[in-house]
């Protein structure tokens, strides 16, 4: 591949759709558009504007937002038991850097390390061990869009979730290279895409993590995702790839590590992002910023992504499948209902590929008579703990880990 990526190519698709669907000549889905002839040049109908065609190498995601550029991939595009880059979900705070060189990037190591380590890419490759893994990462925001009073942000559904193969070195590796001081409690990160408002002095996000979780075998230092560059979107060509905790930890366009003897306080550590009340509230109730707790581990969670909602299915008997994940831990059962949550069957579950990824599960479903069914699954984890039917409601949209239910008419 070309050793830089052009940012600007991101968009250059819309324009192609615009042609290739001859939505500008006055045709959209074969159909004539009576008033063609009051459309602006640039124009994105708005059956189109939703089908994100237009992002590069992410056929089929929803856009959130453009500024920045945000979206989800839907349930029944997440199939794959590992998921390929144009399905891996994006989430931006700030500008994505236009332009990125994988031959001169360089990665800092420094704050209270005993020896301040700039690493290149093959300095990373010649160093360190070169390790993969499929690795679940899921925005803190995720299920954002089901909040009664809704919470403000991107209105994730479901799809702001993916396990793809990453290949990189491990963190671990290269935090003892550099000597981690007895001092030292918690991690921070910076990339290199810049702050909405232009100012060069402010990160759009700079986390961290305990020093015990960084030291975990499993977070990666990634260059590479299912065995080729990283999508400039998801953070091309470096990033943390930390899992089972809020994806905000993986930093993307990752340039700098240092680290602390206090619980980082960069950009969307504290106040009330990525944080919940340390205590249960009411929906719609005022918490007061102290009582906030910074998320840790993701909670368990599924999803079905076959068949997709709405499919009218002709078999009486048919499969469903789909994954679950809890942050720090496996999953031990996935139960299904399609009379409502009156009964449950177990489904077969698959052991994860290897530790932090997601695991598959399937089921054989026998639909008693044509009709409208909903189809729900439901995951316990190795804690015991279980999806709830209710939203814990939150402040800013955080940690929403209810069942994920389907509907389907028997035909
Ligand atoms: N530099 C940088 N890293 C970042 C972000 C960002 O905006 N800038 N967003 C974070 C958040 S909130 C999430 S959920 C994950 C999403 O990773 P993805 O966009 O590759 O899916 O990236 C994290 N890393
Ligand atoms: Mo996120």
Redesign the pocket.
Known sequence: MADKIQGQNIWSRRNFLMRTTGASAGLLFGMAIPFARNMPASFVPLALAQDSDAIDGKAGLTQLNDR?LNAETPPHLLDDSVTPTNR???????NPPDEVDPSTWQLTIDGLVDKVLSLSIADLKSQFEVISYDLL?????NGRAFFDPPASGNQWTYG?V?CSNWTGVRLRDVLNAAGVKPEVIYTAHE???SHLSGNADLH??SRGMPIEKAMDPYNLIAFAQNGQDL?P???APL??VIPGW?????????SRIYLRDQVHDGA?MTGTS?RVPGYQVAPGEKVATEDFQIIEAMPVKSLITYPQTMADISNETFEIRGHAWSGDTSISTVDISYDFGATWQKADLNAPSNTNAWQRWTANINLPEKGYYEIWARAIDANGQSQPFAIDWNPKGYLNNTLHRIAVRRT
């Open positions: 920045p891996h979900f994006i989430r931006n705070n700030g990462v899921e925005c803190g925001g702001a993916a990339g290199t895409d759009p996000v999508h979107m998801n953070g990033r943390l809020p994806g905000s930890c993986s930093q993307k366009w990752l969307k990525y």
